[in-house]
């Protein structure tokens, strides 16, 4: 398979290795010093795109892609509030996208683990419940995607809970909320830790990445699903969870 990078950083680089592990090309890496490569005629060169650069800059290298008729993978986090729009114009040229906030096989087990906790708990309002996540101090932005990802998993399970917030230790929350904390400390790869505390006990689910080779091989793996794909993906499709 024929893979453009769009994104060379942490994320790009640990991909590109994988992905020549297992056998594919990569024929076009973009990053800042050379953006302006990111055009059709590039693009066309490659199956399927992977897409990790930030959230100033994902959408319009979504668009790109979505202009050539390239299947596109992406994990930049921090601009799913536009996702509608962006589906639009997916829809509109008739080309495929798999985004995920975490590729991760063992994030998205502690998803499904997430779902099911936050059913049963929706009926223990003794217990307070709050997200953290912990990364490291060059990410752009707070709360992480995936913490907001578990967060709306848990507004689609609890109905008692109405929103997430953004929350630090002055934040006042009223038991409708989900606070999510942000801690950024060198070099955490990503914790996501969901806790419901009661005067009694605690019940904590916690998922620790230990480097980013996860995040990697999840996105490669991704790609080999989503080529020749048209259509809207998530990792549910690709882990068949
Ligand atoms: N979904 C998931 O599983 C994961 C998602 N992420 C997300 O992926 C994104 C990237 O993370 P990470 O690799 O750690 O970040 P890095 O900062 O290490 O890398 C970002 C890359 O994007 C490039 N870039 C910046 N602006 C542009 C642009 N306008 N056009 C093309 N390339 C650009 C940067 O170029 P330069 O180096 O020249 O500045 C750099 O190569 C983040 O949004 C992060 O949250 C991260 C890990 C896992
Ligand atoms: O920026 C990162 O590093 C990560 N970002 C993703 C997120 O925002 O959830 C996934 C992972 O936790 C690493």
New binding site residues.
């Given amino acids: 398979m024929k893979i453009a990078l ?8 640990t991909i590109e290795s994988i992905a020549i592990e297992r056998g594919h090309e990569i024929v076009l890496k ?4 050379n ?1 302006g490569d ?1 055009n059709t005629e590039n693009l066309q060169k490659a199956d399927v795109a992977i897409e ?7 959408i ?2 979504l668009y790109q892609c979505f202009d050539a008729g390239v299947p596109v993978v992406c ?4 601009w799913l509030a536009k996702m509608p729009e962006v589906q639009a114009y997916r829809l509109k040229t008739d080309t495929g996208l798999l985004q ?5 096989l063992g ?1 998205n087990i502690f998803m499904e683990v997430n779902k099911v906790l936050a059913r049963y708990m929706s009926n223990q309002p003794s217990y307070n419940l709050s997200v953290t996540e912990i990364h490291h101090t ?4 707070a709360p ?3 913490a907001i990802s578990l967060a709306e998993q848990i507004l689609d399970n609890y109905p008692a809970k109405k929103e997430w917030i953004k929350a630090d230790s002055a934040t006042k929350y009223t038991a409708k909320d989900i606070p999510i904390f942000s801690d950024r400390i060198d070099p955490a ?2 914790t996501h830790i969901i806790k419901y505390s009661s005067e009694i006990d605690d019940i904590e689910i916690i998922h620790t990445a230990h480097n ?1 080779h996860g ?2 091989l ?2 490669v793996i991704a790609a080999e699903f989503l080529n020749g794909k048209k259509g809207n993906y998530t990792m549910q499709d690709v882990l068949a969870l």
């Fill in positions: 769009i994104g060379y950083g942490k994320m790009g680089k973009i990053d800042v010093t953006a990111l990790f650069t930030n959230p100033e800059s994902a319009g290298n994990g930049s986090t921090g995920s906030s975490n590729f991760s994030v060059a990410k752009l932005d992480s995607g995936t790869p990503g980013r995040f990697a999840g996105a």
